[in-house]
Nanobody, 124 residues
Framework: QVQLVESGGGLVQAGGSLRLSCAPSGRTFSNYAMGWFRQAPGKEREFVAAINWNGYTTSYADSVKGRFTLSRDNAKNTLYLQMNSLKPEDTAVYYC?????????????????WGPGTQVTVSS
């Protein structure tokens, strides 16, 4: 059974930083592309960032490009999302997700497995 567990969310002031982590279990982490999505109250789930199976290819939403960095440590079975220069509009529940493919994708429907989410709140 595949499980994804996010950690690292919390409350931070605008301009601050947080690092989210995701630790999948139940499958070989290094074979699959991973992604982060977020959902704010009253809004649809939106793409944040994705990384391919070996970490050589990444993709970011325009709204986070230059501020967020996605990486993976396949030896530690861990995915990281470093979030810098946070803005109030980054406030949302952040979800870690995994594909059945090693190639990145930006649509939620392309991801098979999801974590329960971690809350990120950025105060102004």
């Amino acid at each position: 059974q595949v499980q994804l567990v996010e950690s690292g969310g919390g409350l931070v002031q605008a301009g601050g930083s947080l690092r989210l982590s995701c630790a999948p279990s139940g499958r070989t982490f290094s074979n699959y592309a991973m992604g982060w999505f977020r959902q704010a109250p009253g809004k649809e789930r939106e793409f944040v960032a994705a990384i391919n199976w070996n970490g050589y290819t990444t993709s970011y939403a325009d709204s986070v490009k230059g501020r967020f960095t996605l990486s993976r440590d396949n030896a530690k079975n861990t995915l990281y999302l470093q979030m810098n220069s946070l803005k109030p509009e980054d406030t949302a529940v952040y979800y870690c997700s995994s594909r059945r493919s090693g190639r990145i994708a930006t649509l939620p429907s392309s991801y098979a497995y999801w974590g329960p989410g971690t809350q990120v709140t950025v105060s102004s």
